[in-house]
């Protein structure tokens, strides 16, 4: 597999339940994110990983817990979601942190949430 | 506060036309700007990108025209294609990190 891969493709969970969103890079990156899209609004970024270590945490609630356990994997670890939170969560990840140079992203195709 | 406005937030253009994109900023520490398209059920991918020095980059039927002084910088797209039909986001990057427009919608009719 080539890029940046994310499962599930789609998710339906009750608020009280957990489940977690993944992540996988094959290109050799050091950084990896986690984005929140929803319709006609920007790309909202939820979470900064650079060299595994965790470099921005955009005030996202509590029960949205991000795990990077290495520089290829990305984890998002959801429990007692509301239904606000139903979106697209899309994975990326870039060589060097975006802030750096002229930093491509690249994106995953995303995990689409519906929370009941 | 959004960092990156973006305009139309949709708009159709017959197969042939000429799609434009505008996008508009307030902080001058921005220095690069790319565009990232998206098609349905897909992640966004960079399209073209621009730094502020330049006035204007091409890159097949895509181009960037770039205004520093009104803080503006719009995506022309040439000849549009029915394939050209997805979602535009421009952004803009400072020391920190990448801001994004709303996104703008376009479809082109055959």
């Known amino acids: 597999e080539t890029g940046v891969t994310q499962t599930p493709r789609h998710l339906v969970m009750g608020m009280t339940n957990k489940k977690s969103l993944k992540c996988e890079q094959h290109?050799?990156?050091?950084?990896m994110y986690w984005y929140k899209q929803s319709a006609k609004k920007p790309l909202e970024l939820m979470f900064v990983?650079?060299?595994?270590?965790?470099?921005e945490n955009n005030s996202v609630p509590s029960r949205f817990s991000p795990e990077c356990p290495n520089s290829s994997h990305l984890f998002l670890h959801l429990h007692t979601l509301q239904p606000e939170d139903s979106a697209l969560y899309l994975c990326?990840?870039?060589?060097?942190?975006?802030?750096?140079?002229?930093?491509?992203?690249?994106f995953g195709s995303g995990t689409q949430l519906s929370v009941l | 506060q959004q960092q990156v406005k973006q305009s139309p937030q949709s708009l159709i253009v017959q197969k042939g036309g000429i799609s434009i994109i505008n996008c508009a900023y307030e902080?001058?520490?921005?220095?690069?700007f790319p565009w990232y398209q998206q098609f349905p059920g897909k992640g966004p991918a960079l399209l073209i990108a621009?730094?502020?020095?330049?006035s204007e980059k091409k890159e097949g039927r895509f181009t960037i025209s770039f205004n520093k002084s009104a803080k503006q910088f719009s995506l022309h797209i040439m000849d549009s294609q029915p394939g050209d039909s997805a979602t535009y986001f421009c952004?803009?990057?400072?020391?920190?990190?990448?801001?994004f427009g709303a996104g703008t919608t376009v479809t082109v009719r055959a």
């Open positions: 990326a990840s870039s060589l060097t942190q975006s802030g750096t140079g002229d930093t491509e992203l690249f």
């Open positions: 290109l050799g990156h050091n950084a």
């Open positions: 990983y650079n060299f595994k270590e965790q470099t």
């Open positions: 902080n001058t520490a921005f220095d690069y």
């Open positions: 621009i730094r502020p020095d330049v």
């Open positions: 952004a803009a990057k400072d020391d920190y990190k990448l801001s």
